[in-house]
């Protein structure tokens, strides 16, 4: 096993971003699949709740905080990004200073949500908006679609159009349309070459797991729309381009592939990460990591292509589409296995509550299983149980692999 060599850059880019963030006189919080570029056009720095959620789950403190947000009237079941990051808030906590020196998290100028991904964004982020007494704005466009056709494009063009005032208000700025293009053009260069850099793992041996993938998507979340991003995936590809020029995978030998759907374990990544390779078991693929791909963007038409790509991406679609957009990466990815996360707080990022397992291996013939647990609560995961699970669904593939 190796590490990837740009992890150091990684770490450089994810700490100069944060130091930005301190300093900057203009704040916007932005959902994770929001409309960043947008936001960055008007020259606001910007920040996003779920990556305070994801550290606080890596760093293992989220299942601390989630009870100050349940003695505040948040269910301990609902979404647990929610309830570890509004508890940290309330207790005062926050790995931002921890861990990088930040003041703590980062006062809002403006507050913008999107709904394509979960409604209970409007409700997290409508909690800081009222906290801060900031203004705050969201976007909803239709759900769980099949397709998506130009009358629901319409629709969220002018939710994002209706943004503009709040925008300008909020940055003191006007809506310059030339640098929402060249935001979008640096954010497109940046998510296709994520999309390039996933893509290295199709090849066997796979040069990047799902887990390395999780650490490395920090920029393609954060900086969309930034030189930063574009010029990290391009070092970053260079470098697996690299391993695969040299037949060399990321585990020494891969006896099987596995697609991982749904969220990480995030607490729990370094022990999955092992418990895989020790079996040699390459988990190459995860929807989560192929959910910052916006291969739609277009720059000489920011507004309707901005409205497609964020509305089609895998969590807003329908059982349908998931489940063509599942098989098409499994053929891709040429997986043994697929391993569904039954996320316990995230019902909108599990695929395993509604037959689709089942379904999944019925119409591929390729092995699934369901591994319970949850993004940040750890409460819900019981290492023993999913040890034994997992280590039994190897021992099954590795007698029947299907692409090997
Ligand atoms: S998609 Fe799931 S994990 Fe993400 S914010 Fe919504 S409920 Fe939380």
């Not at 291969?295 to 329908?318: G, M, W």
């Amino acid at each position: 096993m190796y590490t990837l060599e740009s992890a150091q850059l990684l770490k450089t880019v994810m700490q100069e971003y944060f130091d930005r963030l301190d300093q900057a006189p203009k704040v916007a919080w932005c959902t994770s699949v929001g409309p960043a570029e947008l936001l960055r056009s008007f020259g606001f720095e910007v920040y996003f709740p779920e990556n305070h959620g994801a550290l606080l789950g890596a760093t293992r403190t989220a299942t601390e905080h989630i009870p100050t947000a349940v003695n505040c009237g948040f269910s301990g079941h609902i979404c647990s990004y929610t309830t570890s990051d509004i508890g940290a808030y309330l207790g005062g906590s926050s790995p931002l200073r921890d861990h990088y020196g930040m003041k703590g998290i980062p006062k809002p100028d403006l507050i913008v949500y999107n709904t394509n991904q979960c409604r209970e964004v409007q409700d997290w982020f409508n909690f800081y908006a009222r906290e801060f007494n900031c203004p705050v704005h969201g976007i909803f466009p239709p759900r769980h679609l099949d397709e998506v056709r130009p009358a629901e494009i319409e629709l969220v063009v002018h939710q994002f159009k209706a943004m503009l005032p709040f925008c300008e208000a909020a940055s003191g700025q006007p809506f310059d349309i030339d640098r929402f293009r060249e935001t979008l053009q640096l954010s497109k260069e940046a998510t296709l070459l994520w999309q390039k850099v996933l893509k290295t793992a199709a090849n066997k041996p796979a040069p990047i797991s799902f887990f390395d993938g999780a650490i490395h998507m920090g920029p393609i979340v954060v900086l969309r729309g930034t030189e930063v991003a574009r010029n990290y995936y391009h070092t970053l590809l260079q470098e697996l381009e690299g391993y695969v020029a040299d037949g060399k995978g990321f585990l020494p030998q891969e006896s099987c592939r596995i697609f991982w759907d749904g969220m990480p374990i995030w607490g729990k990544l370094r022990y999955l990460s092992d418990l895989f390779a020790q079996h040699q078991t390459a988990v190459v693929a995860s929807t989560y990591c192929n959910s910052w791909i916006f291969d739609d963007f277009d720059e000489k038409d920011p507004f309707a292509s901005s409205a497609l790509a964020y509305t089609q991406i895998f969590i807003n679609r329908s059982e349908k589409a998931k489940m063509d957009m599942l098989k098409a990466w499994a053929s891709e990815y040429r997986v043994d296995g697929m391993i569904f996360h039954d996320t316990k707080t995230c019902f909108n990022n599990s695929n395993a509550k509604f037959g689709m397992p089942l379904r999944f291996q019925q119409e591929t013939g390729i092995p699934a299983m369901v591994v319970e647990g949850d993004l940040n609560d750890l409460r819900f995961f019981s290492e023993g149980q999913s040890t034994t699970k997992i280590e039994t669904f190897i021992e099954q593939l590795e007698s029947q692999n299907v692409y090997s």
